[in-house]
């Protein structure tokens, strides 16, 4: 029997699809982005700031010199990870449990919105086929041609997680 076919009483359906990312998804986020008061050159060369952001939310570019507080950054990040969760809603056509949006919305806000549009990831998943799609995940640990330690460490953190 399918688990969507299967209604317990006890449990409380979910009023619709996640719209916002979860406490779990935002730790994730903060670990693997970390922080950073004064802008920084990422692993490829993109300045980044605060919480691994690389445009102001009016779409400047982040600039060598550029710095923000704590709570300047905080709210930054917030304010562009809706970016991320909108896109992430636009572009999947399936079902999402909280653990599977809060995946992608992490990955989305590290490869871009254009690169989870045109992944397999995506493709897969818009498919329903979800454990392909989940394995699809492990395949983005590389940055200018290398593989990272620390982007394996990610990916499979992000795949962990849309499988919980």
Not at 112 to 133: D, I, M, P
Not at 143 to 159: C, I
Request: hydrophobic residues 40%; glycine residues 10%; aromatic residues 10%.
């Amino acid at each position: 029997m399918s688990l969507y076919n299967h209604v317990d009483a006890s449990v409380e359906a979910p009023s619709g699809p996640p719209e916002q990312v979860s406490q779990r998804a935002l730790d994730l986020l903060h670990h693997f982005e970390g922080f950073r008061h004064d802008a920084y050159l990422d692993a490829v060369g993109i300045w980044t700031i605060g919480y691994g952001n690389t445009r102001w939310p009016d779409g400047r570019p982040v600039r060598k010199g550029d710095h923000v507080t704590k709570e300047q950054g905080e709210q930054l990040f917030r304010t562009i990870l809706r970016t991320f969760e909108r896109g992430v809603l636009n572009a999947v056509r399936v079902p999402l449990t909280q653990s599977q949006f809060d995946a992608l919305v992490c990955f989305a806000y590290n490869v871009g919105l254009g690169a989870l549009q045109t992944s397999t990831l995506l493709r897969k998943l818009n498919a329903g086929e979800y454990r392909e799609a989940a394995d699809q995940f492990l395949r983005w640990d590389k940055a200018g041609g290398k593989v990272l330690a620390g982007l394996t460490r990610r990916r499979e953190a992000e795949r962990e997680l849309f499988l919980s």
